[in-house]
């Protein structure tokens, strides 16, 4: 089959109950693409791709001296009291495996569906700034693993400075779906609740979370949404 003429498919959108910030400052994802044009592969897209705004005028920036983080605010969209509180705003972690540097902003997003197929791709903003790094593109299914987005960029030399920028109401980051969707926003229910803490800072603990896949799969209900 040249085209996989899919139905759409239900996801919401929640943020994440342990945030302290107020949380409608994180926009409504929307579609990328709305184009009309005849072409099919072009119709196949359409309702696949979606765009997710920056909450801040903000630049990041890794000091190679220091090891650290450092931000600057860029517009006049930010208030620019957040200080250092920033990193609690946005947890921003650097991880080094195997000689790689990564800087990796956690954002309180989490998507559902009750399609058991449906898979999503994080791939970089149209508006994303980047100098001296790449973004990290990543996937993974969201009927079975229910936890917040990890934007990631990768350093590219580790003895310069690194950067990226975001800019509000600009696409910083992408969202791709292997099916096309329908995104709309609900608000948490504890049982969406539940399955969020099944996988929440998992990482933190254990290496091959694939292996606790199994478990998480069956304490699932077959209706979440």
Known sequence: MLFNRYKKSKVVYSLDRGYSYPTSI?????LYNKNTYGCPAVQIANNRLYAVNAPLDVKWIYNPVSGLMETEF????TAGQLGQDIFNFINVTK????GVLTLQCIVPYILFTDTKDIEISLLPGTDLKMDNCTFVPGSFNIYSWNRMLNFAVEVTDKKKQASFEWSV??????????RPVDVEY???TDEMW????EVKNITKLRNNTTKVYNTVIKRRPKKLL
């Open 194 to 197: 539940a399955m969020c803490r």
């Open 169 to 178: 109401d600009k696409p910083f980051m992408l969202l791709y779906f292997n």
């Open 26 to 30: 994180f926009s409504e994802p929307y």
């Open 74 to 77: 860029t517009g006049s969209n």
């Open 95 to 98: 991880q080094e495996v195997y």
């Open 186 to 188: 609900k608000l948490m």
